[in-house]
């Protein structure tokens, strides 16, 4: 590695001229490239499932997957990482475990799923999951591992046991106790997220060595809904996001991301309409979803955010067409996709709103590539020294590569200075004070009584942001250590500045300030980066324009005027037909009241009676208002109503409420026939409620004439919530209607006060 303290300060893309490094004659390379497509893994993988990433001290960035094959016919691996420099352009590195050291403490037949990599007390940790322990004969006895290294592709260490025992399930097997998350919160205590839908996703502490949990586990989401659970910290609330639905039906995959916020790490993690992740009629505010391209069972996710500010998400993916790899039988094509994460009135959504992206996107900005740093002042946008020494130093954090220790004199402090940087400007470097006296200070605004400084503080174990006498300050946890690479990244955007000091990068936090200046700061100026009282190393630094954030969603759909109206008020309208029926449905006051049966379109049984009309010609919408009181926390599998699109018993779309294990949700769910086999999968939502207001947002593709369908509920006809989209083969004729079903028992009945057909507005 060189010593890569970047100057990059008109824009986020702007490229800076190659410097050459004093004693090496060399040049750094320009960036290598400022896109990318989707995904991201498929030059050296067909998939690449469950990512986490981070960026080492070495300025790569690391990417890690689950033990899946890599292409069709190859083997199972013990996890997988690649690497990149610009998050872009992927090459594969190789395994996590081998033969040798694969953790002994699992079972030969163990798999090892869902990693998460982080950085604490100078080394990298890495939690995965266990499927099956040598401690006892039991098969998927799941647990959580975890090994260090000092470096990101290993040597890899286990620590000699898992981090909290399998869970026995009630009623026999054993909770999911899989996907393991960690996060480091401000007070010094670290916590890990794990968990699945057998049993929810729970949250433990963990003791100082990050390896064994510590006192009694907090459950955090209902036990039938998430998993894959990823948490970070912004404007003083804790986000819990999950995945939920199915992850590996093949080309009827529904999986998603929902998220839940709470002002404590151990919940209770609650939704945009304050409906909490952990009820029966369970919440969660979608993330992401399929939006009708080739993108399919969109989820387990991992957060990041470039240098520029950005965030953005990487998960994995089924692409509808070719889901399965043809060897090993059953596993899926499920490769790594990364997309923009915007924070839109306070909640995270992919793409603001528009999902998963097909075709060519702007990369984030990595920035570590677009110049270096030299002591030479003559070398235009690199740093220039002021006072005290800039040297280049070996890294013994077990990285290949140098470091730049800025050291004071006896009277002065160590000083460099960027040339004039925008107003709106973000730095972010690895930092570690070897000296508990020493102090090194990020300064905008140059060296007048405007400017205003951000300090990290050694001896007084602090973080400062202050213009003159007028400072915030808030203290480092105890078990921060300084002599060790934290990330500090500091912002200015819209006259506020924004520092945070933590050990990943990944939403973890130490330490945050934010600072209002009363002096604003001028339109341009310099950076100055400060070592003061002892010397400060730096690793990995930027300086960008900070990014421009996203702050509307994409316009939804809207429904227009009524064209088909059904109320229940008389006899059914002629155009009405039975599909397995008629149903011993009864018409009146305004309703049709349809008792629950145990009958199902599900699978090649094909009983389940169906209300159908011809749908209309070109783009529409169909609704309808159902009541269906449930219940929560029994088990009344599975039953629903709702609304239905039929091409045939093995090629339907429904969605309405449904009865799943203790859970109630919305599930939109697809069933079709392909390679001779008949498959079901579902996308699942909610909150539900007794009376729910269903729609589906008919529209064509242009290109080829498929049917798309955009699924949307409310619970009180007003506020509505969109979900994914289905699609069905432009050949196809579908009918429309509405269905009940899925048990008998308890005895309930839907009662349908009307079905209507609108216009798309």
Known sequence: MEIRLVAALATAALVVSAVALPGTGQAAPPPSGTTYTNPITDPFSDTYADPAVIRGKDGWWYLYATSDPLVTGGPFGNMHVAKSRDLASWEYVGTIFDDENKPAWAADASYFWAPDIRYVDGQYVMYYTVTDTAANPDAWDYTIGVATAPTPTGPWTDSGGPVLDPRPAPGGGYLNTIDPALFADDDGSRYLYFGGFNGGIWVTELDETGTRAVGEPTRVTVADRYEGAFVVKRDGWYYLMGSSANCCSGPVTGYSVYTGRSRSPLGPFTDHEGVGLNESRVGGTLVVAQNGNKWIGVGHHAVFSD??????????????????????????????????????????????????????????????ELGIMSADPASGHALRRITGTLTRGTDDSGDAGSIARLVPDRRHAAVVQTSPAPRDVRVETDVRLPDAEGSFTVRFGGAGPAAVSVRLDARERELVVGQGRHQVRTALPANADLTSWHVLSVEARDGVVAARLSSSGLGDVDAEVRFEPRTPLPRKAPVRLVADGAEAELDNLTVVAAHDPVTARVAEPEPGAVTFAEEFDGDLDAGWRWQHGPA?????????????????????????????????????????????????????????????????????????????????????????????????????????ADTMHLRLFHTTDPATGEHRYRSATSRDGEHWRFGATWTLPADTDPAIGIYAGGGAAPAVSAVFEDVLVRELG
């Open 307 to 368: 240098v520029s500010g950005q965030d953005w998400m990487l998960y994995h993916g089924i692409d509808r067409d070719d889901a399965w790899l043809n060897e090993p039988g059953g596993v899926n094509r499920r490769p790594t996709l990364l997309d923009r994460l915007d924070w839109i009135d306070g909640w995270p959504v992919v793409n603001a709103g528009a999902g998963p992206s097909e075709g060519a996107q702007t990369a984030p900005v990595a920035a570590s």
């Open 584 to 688: 011993a449905v009864d018409v009146a006051d305004g309703a049709l009241t349809w008792p629950l049966t145990g009958h199902d379109l599900v699978g090649t049984r094909n009983d389940a009676p169906v209300l159908l009309r011809d749908a209309p010609a070109g783009d529409y919408v169909l609704e309808a208002t159902v009541r269906l009181p449930l219940g929560e926390d029994t088990v009344r599998n599975f039953q629903q109503a709702g609304l239905m699109v039929h091409a045939g018993d093995d090629d339907f779309l429904r969605l309405g409420s449904v009865a799943i294990g203790r859970t109630r949700q919305v599930e939109f769910g697809k069933e079709l026939t392909a390679d001779g086999a008949v498959r079901f999968g579902g996308f699942v939502s909610g909150p539900v």
